[in-house]
């Protein structure tokens, strides 16, 4: 059990999203850094998919009511266990009783709690994400408030084991972090301006000459009204070559959409189904992880890829993640 002392701006339970609905207007939903929050479970011998707080720039303040694995992916927002600095993308054993809290952002925006067993709320419509604008999944369908208790799934058997090990390494101390962590080279830059590659959008050719240029050489700012369903972004405005009218159509997490005022809207994780306004773009699936940290004032360029090479980026992204899947399965077995 975890308690919820104070929620921080906005703290919600996320999985990898609620997928097969769309068609009767039920968003996708799930975590905003898919990347980070997987690795976060591979750290406490969780699956995957399993449950995950999201935590967005103003951390919430956490208690433990019993010993448990955590670990902490993504943004750095400057955790701290009962006052004392702990690690990111690594294991750490707390005991119960321990508090955990967060300080000002050094880097990125979004970081993923994972806990041994996962947090055990209802799965609605195959998902346990938090959809807060229908009032469904993750904990009574809303963000965390103060008060709030969280229960935890079972730990896998090699979580039990791994957590034993680590409670004698913790002798007095509160904590115990895992010797070795995710590799550097493994672990995504967010930084404050941020390339971002990006595919042509289904009705690019519909743009002045200039604007598709201007798509692919200008630097756009992440406005203050941006949320997970979209990032609003401001500068060089960008137009049609003539006034079209268009029918809704599907639009995907990364959609690059151009209302009027020719200011650009990425949509994101809890975006609507359809969409009805010009896409000039499509950011490639590999590069959403570092779209999700961006926050307001931070700057993003758009670099131009073919599909075939965004699908090969991720194809090379998917086969790294795995090989650190089976590193990270032989670092827990040998810590047994």
Known sequence: MITIKKPGLLTSIQDLGRYGYQKYGIIVSGAMDSFSHRIANLLVGNEENAPTLEITLLGPVLEFHEDTLISLCGGDLTPLINGKPISMWRTIYVKKGSEL??????EGCRVYLAVAG????????????TYISAGIGGFKGRALVAGD????CNQSLLSSKIMLQ????????SFAEMEWSVASN?????????????????????FTYK?????????FEVTTH???????????????????????????FGTIQVPSDGNPIILLADRQTTGGYPKIGQVAAVDLSLLAQAKPGDMIRFSEITDEEAQLLLIHRERKLQELKKGILLKLVREE
């Open 226 to 252: 941006s949320d997970r369903m979209g990032y609003r972004l401001k500068g060089e405005t960008l137009s049609l070559e003539h006034p079209t009218e268009m029918l809704s159509e599907a639009v995907s």
């Open 101 to 106: 809290r967060f300080g000002k952002p050094k």
């Open 149 to 152: 208790q969280v229960s935890v």
């Open 166 to 173: 680590m409670k004698k390494q913790a002798e007095d101390e």
């Open 118 to 129: 996962g947090f055990s709320v209802p799965t609605v419509m195959g998902s346990k994400s």
């Open 186 to 206: 493994f672990i995504p830059m967010f930084k404050k301006e941020q390339t971002i590659r990006v595919m042509r959008g289904r009705q690019f050719s519909l």
């Open 211 to 219: 604007s598709q240029k201007d798509i692919f050489s200008k630097t």
